[in-house]
């Protein structure tokens, strides 16, 4: 008789992480569109990778990276964003921006890398998550994070 309880504990536990980022950056677009940004797109993909939100705000254009944590238990959420991460993102922006030539409202724009950290539980100990952003505890956004 063979064990298949191991089997698919990997995937769930990957599942569980995709919904956990998918709510962080939910959450994120709420925090954003109340400090007055307008999202542009989410979840751009490429074969290079994936930015989590391209927003605006005035003549700022920030391509961001949500980074969403249960605890502290592995750090701080936005030092998982370290030099492969922020190649990878700048190779995307550079190619979104290159198909994006023609809108002339970007032309006047100035670009940053911006991260955002989402703590869940600091926003689970405020009551319902999805309320609490209003407050914005266990969200920080870190402008011009990298270059």
């Not at 956990?20 to 990778?49: D, M, P, V």
């Not at 930015?51 to 949500?66: G, M, P, S, T």
């Not at 703590?119 to 407050?135: F, I, T, Y």
Request: net charge positive; glycine share 8%; aromatic share 8%.
């Amino acid at each position: 008789m063979s064990r298949h309880s191991d089997v698919g504990a990997g995937r769930s536990r990957n599942d569980l992480r995709k919904q956990r980022g998918r709510a962080g950056e939910k959450l994120a677009c709420r925090f954003l569109e109340h400090s007055g940004y307008t999202i542009i797109e989410t979840n751009h993909r490429s074969r290079y990778g994936e930015i989590d939100i391209i927003a605006r705000r005035e003549r700022i254009l920030a391509f961001i990276e949500v980074k969403t944590r249960l605890g502290r238990r592995y750090g701080e959420p936005f030092e998982a964003v370290g030099t492969r991460k922020q190649n990878q993102i700048r190779r995307m922006a550079s190619m979104w921006l290159a198909a994006s030539q023609g809108d002339t409202a970007l032309r006047e724009c100035e670009f940053r890398f911006d991260v955002i950290s989402v703590k869940l539980s600091e926003l689970e100990s405020q009551g319902n998550p999805s309320s609490a952003v209003d407050s914005f505890p266990g969200i920080a956004h870190m402008k011009d994070a990298f270059r």
